[in-house]
């Protein structure tokens, strides 16, 4: 579904990305590992378009994209939930799901607000709230509404957990198990580097800027220098 070749990105003088390479096949929960300044979320916004590259190729679904404006990849089906959440905070729950479904004029979009109800019961008790008076977690849920309203077929979540208390946390990837059920593909930042490749398919090790491992998910969990770097054993 999605492939990066060769990826350099950088911040003036300053490349955060020295050639990155991953892919993502459709159906696959991939995470993105590495300290915090590795170049993670530099990739994730070279995807989605809100980061400008200096050189490499994207492709989703074989087409280049690296041309493509951010919003135009919104209508292609790749929807980022940014780290933070980043939320509309004086607008409520329901204003700041409507935002997210703003590319698309097919006139479901008050049916897909009843699914991410439906999804997330606790938004719909609260949706006339402002987003800024939500906890972290409910605030963390509607940023992934949000993101869904795009109706994707590629997700990027960018460290979901941030801030969370640990139940809220095993919550957050429940979610995105059920979303990956659901047909859903996701690539994935997390800082709790276990619990996201527990529940991964397959996982990139990403150091100042550069891929220095890739495998499956269990493998990347089993390489000792990995673990001892990154997993805190």
Request: hydrophobic share 45%.
């Amino acid at each position: 579904m999605l492939s990066v070749e060769n990826l350099r990105s950088g911040y003036g003088r300053i490349e955060a990305l020295h050639g990155v390479s991953i892919e993502v096949k459709a159906g696959e929960i991939v995470t993105l590992v590495g300290a915090n300044g590795a170049g993670k979320t530099t990739l994730l916004r070279a995807v989605s378009g809100v980061q400008p590259i200096s050189a490499g190729r994207i492709r989703f679904e074989g087409r280049s994209i690296e041309r493509v404006r951010a919003h135009a990849r919104i209508a292609l089906g790749i929807a980022q939930v940014p780290e933070g959440r980043q939320l509309f905070t004086p607008l409520s729950v329901e204003d700041n799901l409507k935002l997210g479904a703003w590319t698309r004029y097919d006139g479901e979009r008050g049916d897909d607000i009843h699914r991410i109800y439906a999804l997330f019961p606790m938004l719909g008790e609260l949706r006339r709230a402002t987003a800024g008076a939500l906890s972290g977690g409910q605030q963390q849920l509607l940023a992934i509404g949000r993101a869904l309203m795009a109706r994707p077929r590629l997700l990027l979540l960018d460290e979901p957990s941030m801030g969370l208390a640990p139940i809220l946390v095993d919550q957050i990837l429940n979610v995105l198990l059920d979303l990956k059920r659901s047909g859903l593909t996701l690539l994935l930042v997390e800082q709790n580097a276990n619990a996201a490749l527990a529940i991964a398919d397959r996982g990139y090790v990403l150091e100042t800027g550069a891929i220095t491992a890739s495998g499956a998910a269990a493998e990347i969990q089993g390489d000792k220098r990995v673990r001892e770097a990154y997993l805190g054993v």
